[in-house]
């Protein structure tokens, strides 16, 4: 339950003087606009080092997977000899 102090002027929450006219533009302004694209810009930075990474450890298993089946295959052509 909230308190009120009856001494206090009791104010409503949408004052009309706040209340935006329809003549207002809706919409975003452009230093908004520059800062999104700022973060983003920043969070594909920060991104690029480990998307680098996993693409070089998933070329090296891809490695390590072929040198595996050649000595598979290596070790079969032996067994059949």
Request: hydrophobic share 45%.
């Amino acid at each position: 339950m909230i308190w009120v102090n009856p001494s206090l002027p009791v104010r409503s929450f949408i004052d009309e003087t706040e209340v935006p006219d329809e003549t207002t533009a809706k919409g975003f302004t452009l230093v908004e606009l520059l800062i999104v694209v700022g973060i983003i810009a920043v969070l594909i930075s920060l991104l690029m080092p480990v998307v680098s990474r996993a693409r070089e450890h998933s070329h090296l298993v891809g490695c390590m997977n072929n040198q595996k089946q050649n000595l598979c295959r290596d070790q079969g052509v032996r067994a059949e000899q």
